[in-house]
């Protein structure tokens, strides 16, 4: 029964319940007591509380009833039912200590009521601002109702009024936006001056119990104003359209709108169905908007994805089209100091940094420049300071700093850096000096104190075309490969190795422009990561961090192998160093 007895009717009327109706322990029972008596003084009161509860110092069975109530049978008849406990020295009940929690709402209006009572509120008027009600449970409550039902292809019953046009609806599909829940039901009592009654025939329209004793629900005519630039009519209709079905396709075009529709009609479902595709669609044209996204409807599941792909892919393929402009600043500063980003070498990273501020200073032009043109800008700034002193400079500091330019090692990189005085002095000074001690002190990196966030990185991006795939790198005169191979269609194994300066493979590239180390043992200290995108979802290998001395001959020249199965293509393959002090 949705409509609860009056309180002056529960004093009889659940008195002869609790013996004669459904809730009684046997027929063969009685209760010798009074149909008026007051509940609070009948022991036969504890067999049916769902009306009426009687004080806490009252809870207790009647010592001269033991031989007809047992103790378990109550239990699982309370069990039954959802707890109430009373409220102040009345006999009103609420379900938890918070006001209006998100517990399931049953259809009972009787304690929607006595909870307004219990905290001073008019129900009333709580009806007529259903903010004030819990929305969610009532929309749990039509929703689940309507689960597995055939859906309603007939005469609209609700007209929604919004974007400029007029959108039919049907009452039971609405519930499943907060929104439309909150409009309907304050539109379904303003115009009343029993709004209690409205909800109440409401409620029993909806009841599973009277389905065949429905009758007609009258017409209601609500308003939506949205002021989102995100949301388009096609994009609204979209939402909308998935009130009736559950598997409407949502294109990469139009998700972002869609998305948005969904914030505002508070379809949690579809909101989070949008997120699941934005994440499965990130590209270099996407990653801004849906990043901006995340950020302006706070879903950190849709910004943690994009700034997890943009790690992996800032350098190999942002980098290199004209989308990089659009990379939010904050956006890039988080994965510069992630310890999961990729590249290829610092430098690469460098110049990938050095290009996203060209484009943020030349609006103008539509096209990824060469690398010469980027040097030419930088270098026409005056001499007398350099790019970071300067006050177009300051704000970009941060993303700088978080570069480890003491990973860059060849000669002519460093002259280069000089010549374009990017860079204060001092750090230039810095960053020379710890080099000139590690090569004096057989490449001891005695600068670098924290691994995770100091050693030196390098990258292989394994594509699916590969068997093999390594590069040689040159640090303080060591000279290492590092590998990656695929042994089936799922196994893989990365892992570096030392390479004699003669060693044919060695191109003359790596050793010419600079030094050569000839001590027989180089101890190291290195971890290896593998990163791959499994079906929407990051997969992470790595080894722990480990300190060996690497010879010229095996085994001692080869590092431990990272062996990995997955079936995630390309990998990222990153590689971190440092030359301990030994």
């Given at each position: 029964?949705?409509?609860?007895?009056?309180?002056?009717?529960?004093?009889?009327?659940?008195?002869r319940?609790?013996?004669?109706?459904?809730?009684?322990?046997?027929?063969?029972q009685?209760?010798e007591?009074?149909?008026?008596?007051?509940?609070?003084?009948?022991?036969?009161?504890?067999?049916?509380p769902?009306?009426?509860?009687?004080?806490?110092?009252?809870?207790?069975?009647?010592?001269?009833?033991?031989?007809?109530?047992?103790?378990?049978?109550?239990?699982?008849?309370r069990?039954?039912?959802?707890?109430?406990?009373?409220?102040?020295?009345?006999?009103?009940?609420?379900?938890?200590?918070?006001?209006?929690?998100?517990?399931?709402?049953?259809?009972?209006?009787?304690v929607?009521?006595?909870?307004?009572?219990?905290?001073?509120?008019?129900f009333?008027?709580?009806l007529?601002?259903?903010?004030?009600?819990?929305?969610?449970?009532?929309?749990k409550?039509?929703?689940?109702?309507?689960?597995?039902?055939?859906?309603?292809?007939?005469?609209?019953?609700?007209?929604?009024?919004?974007?400029?046009?007029k959108?039919?609806?049907?009452?039971?599909?609405?519930?499943?936006?907060?929104t439309?829940?909150?409009?309907?039901?304050?539109?379904?009592?303003?115009?009343?001056?029993?709004?209690?009654?409205?909800?109440?025939?409401?409620?029993?329209?909806?009841?599973?119990?009277k389905?065949?004793?429905?009758?007609?629900?009258?017409?209601?005519?609500i308003?939506?104003?949205?002021?989102?630039?995100?949301?388009?009519n096609?994009?609204?209709?979209?939402a909308?359209?998935?009130?009736?079905?559950?598997?409407?396709?949502?294109?990469?075009?139009?998700?972002?709108?869609?998305l948005?529709?969904?914030?505002?009609?508070?379809?949690?479902?579809?909101?989070?169905?949008?997120?699941?595709?934005?994440?499965?669609?990130?590209?270099?044209?996407?990653?801004?908007?849906?990043?901006?996204?995340?950020?302006?409807?706070?879903?950190?599941?849709?910004t943690?994805?994009?700034?997890k792909?943009?790690?992996?892919?800032?350098?190999?393929?942002?980098?290199?089209?004209?989308?990089?402009?659009k990379?939010?600043?904050?956006?890039?500063?988080?994965v510069l100091?992630?310890?999961?980003?990729?590249?290829?070498?610092?430098?690469?990273?460098l110049?990938?940094?050095?290009?996203?501020?060209?484009?943020?200073?030349?609006?103008?032009?539509?096209?990824?420049?060469?690398y010469?043109?980027?040097?030419?800008?930088?270098?026409?700034?005056?001499?007398?300071?350099?790019?970071?002193?300067?006050?177009?400079?300051?704000?970009?500091?941060?993303?700088?700093?978080?570069?480890?330019?003491?990973?860059?090692?060849?000669?002519k990189?460093?002259?280069?850096l000089?010549?374009?005085?990017?860079?204060?002095?001092?750090?230039?000074?810095?960053?020379?000096?710890?080099?000139?001690h590690?090569?004096?002190?057989?490449g001891?990196?005695?600068?670098?104190?924290?691994?995770?966030?100091?050693?030196?990185?390098?990258?292989?991006?394994?594509?699916?075309?590969?068997?093999t795939?390594?590069?040689?790198?040159?640090?303080?005169?060591?000279?290492?490969?590092?590998?990656?191979?695929?042994?089936?269609?799922?196994?893989?194994?990365?892992?570096?190795?030392?390479?004699?300066?003669?060693?044919?493979?060695?191109?003359?590239?790596?050793?010419?422009?600079?030094p050569i180390?000839?001590?027989?043992?180089?101890?190291?200290?290195?971890?290896i990561r593998?990163q791959?995108?499994?079906?929407?979802?990051?997969?992470?290998?790595?080894?722990?961090?480990?300190?060996?001395?690497?010879?010229?001959?095996k085994?001692?020249?080869?590092?431990?192998?990272?062996?990995?199965?997955?079936?995630?293509?390309?990998i990222?393959?990153?590689?971190?160093?440092?030359?301990?002090?030994?």
């Amino acid at each position: 029964m949705f409509l609860a007895l009056n309180q002056e009717e529960a004093v009889g009327q659940t008195h002869r319940g609790a013996v004669e109706g459904d809730m009684r322990v046997g027929k063969e029972q009685r209760c010798e007591a009074s149909p008026y008596t007051p509940m609070w003084e009948c022991p036969c009161a504890y067999l049916a509380p769902s009306v009426y509860s009687p004080p806490s110092f009252m809870k207790m069975l009647s010592p001269f009833r033991k031989d007809v109530f047992s103790l378990s049978l109550i239990t699982e008849q309370r069990k039954a039912r959802l707890e109430r406990r009373t409220t102040g020295s009345t006999n009103r009940w609420r379900f938890s200590k918070e006001p209006f929690s998100k517990e399931p709402f049953s259809g009972d209006l009787l304690v929607l009521s006595q909870k307004c009572k219990a905290l001073s509120i008019d129900f009333d008027e709580a009806l007529k601002n259903p903010d004030r009600l819990f929305i969610s449970q009532i929309q749990k409550f039509f929703s689940e109702n309507f689960k597995n039902k055939p859906i309603q292809t007939g005469e609209a019953d609700v007209i929604l009024e919004c974007l400029g046009f007029k959108w039919e609806l049907h009452q039971p599909q609405l519930f499943q936006s907060e929104t439309l829940t909150r409009l309907y039901l304050a539109a379904l009592t303003r115009d009343t001056m029993s709004p209690l009654q409205e909800l109440e025939k409401l409620l029993r329209v909806q009841s599973p119990e009277k389905t065949k004793e429905r009758a007609p629900v009258k017409k209601i005519i609500i308003s939506l104003k949205i002021n989102d630039p995100l949301v388009t009519n096609a994009a609204f209709a979209t939402a909308l359209k998935n009130l009736y079905m559950n598997e409407v396709e949502i294109n990469e075009e139009e998700v972002l709108g869609v998305l948005a529709s969904a914030h505002i009609l508070q379809f949690s479902s579809l909101f989070q169905r949008c997120v699941s595709v934005m994440t499965d669609v990130l590209s270099p044209s996407t990653i801004k908007n849906f990043y901006m996204a995340g950020c302006k409807y706070k879903e950190e599941q849709l910004t943690i994805a994009c700034q997890k792909w943009l790690e992996m892919n800032l350098v190999p393929l942002v980098g290199k089209q004209i989308h990089l402009r659009k990379i939010p600043q904050d956006l890039l500063h988080k994965v510069l100091k992630s310890p999961r980003l990729f590249t290829f070498s610092e430098f690469h990273l460098l110049k990938t940094i050095l290009l996203w501020v060209f484009l943020q200073l030349n609006n103008k032009i539509h096209a990824i420049p060469i690398y010469e043109t980027v040097l030419t800008f930088f270098n026409s700034f005056s001499k007398d300071y350099c790019f970071l002193d300067r006050d177009v400079g300051q704000s970009l500091m941060p993303l700088f700093l978080c570069l480890h330019l003491y990973s860059i090692t060849r000669g002519k990189d460093l002259e280069e850096l000089r010549h374009i005085n990017i860079f204060p002095e001092s750090w230039m000074v810095r960053v020379a000096a710890n080099h000139y001690h590690a090569l004096e002190n057989g490449g001891d990196m005695a600068h670098l104190k924290d691994f995770t966030t100091q050693a030196m990185r390098f990258g292989l991006l394994f594509k699916q075309e590969y068997t093999t795939h390594s590069e040689m790198i040159a640090v303080y005169g060591f000279f290492f490969e590092i590998k990656g191979i695929k042994h089936d269609t799922t196994s893989y194994s990365f892992y570096m190795q030392r390479i004699k300066h003669t060693d044919p493979e060695l191109p003359a590239v790596v050793w010419e422009d600079g030094p050569i180390n000839l001590r027989a043992e180089r101890v190291v200290k290195y971890e290896i990561r593998a990163q791959t995108l499994v079906n929407g979802k990051w997969q992470e290998f790595r080894t722990r961090q480990i300190t060996q001395k690497f010879g010229f001959v095996k085994p001692s020249c080869k590092s431990h192998a990272l062996k990995i199965q997955t079936v995630g293509i390309p990998i990222y393959a990153s590689f971190a160093f440092i030359f301990p002090v030994s």
